[in-house]
T-cell receptor
């Protein structure tokens, strides 16, 4: 069974700080997703990656397939980044299911 | 595009009642999913569909049924509601070719309480 572990569970940062959220998984995967869940409950997809690194604005996602580990970085954090960040993995080719981590709750204080 | 829409937003059911959670997408996505999110837990897949007329069970299908007669709609049916089905339900969709899953687009969620 694939397990997805995120750390930390909760994170409080000052505005402007560099933030890192980690995700580890236990079996081989075909892709990893990072999602953001807003305080109101809505969920949006941030990244989908299977190797290397992706960048979108102040967000950067990296993945190391050999180490079964991914990180989500937020540069120059802002209070509007406050949300729950969720890591999810897709198993090998032919799997239609995502396994989700429990999320990391980020609070950015002005 | 409206994206993925869900109705209702909130619902309270009594034990033993039935209801249908509605989900629609206007992006012509072939894949659709139903998830539930319980406090402190990760999202769990209930059912999914890879196209009209094709559905399959996810990780937690007991107590639920689905149908997909068209590309756009993917309703989730709860029969004989139980307190254990109190949760937030999310519908999602994606466009996938072959074996590669693409990013998923989520609806706003339905908060269901069974008393």
């Amino acid at each position: 069974k694939n397990e997805v572990e995120q750390s930390p569970q909760n994170l409080t940062a000052q505005e402007g700080e560099f933030i890192t959220i980690n995700c580890s998984y236990s079996v081989g995967i075909s892709a990893l997703h990072w999602l953001q869940q807003h305080p109101g409950g809505g969920i949006v997809s941030l990244f989908m990656l299977s190797s290397g690194k992706k960048k979108h604005g102040r967000l950067i996602a990296t993945i190391n397939i050999q180490e079964k580990h991914s990180s989500l970085h937020i540069t120059a954090s802002h209070p509007r980044d406050s949300a729950v960040y969720i890591c999810a993995v897709a198993l090998g080719a032919g799997s239609y299911q995502l396994t989700f981590g429990k999320g990391t709750k980020l609070s950015v204080i002005p | 595009n409206a994206g993925v829409t869900q109705t209702p937003k909130f619902r309270i059911l009594k034990i033993g009642q039935s209801m249908t959670l509605q989900c629609a997408q206007d992006m012509n996505h072939n894949y659709m999913y139903w998830y539930r999110q319980d406090p402190g837990m990760g999202l769990k897949l209930i059912y999914y569909s890879v196209g009209a007329g094709i559905t399959d069970k996810g990780e937690v299908p007991n107590g639920y049924n689905v149908s997909r007669s068209t590309t756009e709609y993917f309703p989730l049916r709860l029969e004989l509601a139980a307190p254990s089905q109190t949760s937030v339900y999310f519908c999602a969709s994606s466009y996938s070719k072959g074996y590669d899953l693409d990013e998923q687009f989520f609806g706003p969620g339905t908060r269901l309480t069974v008393l």
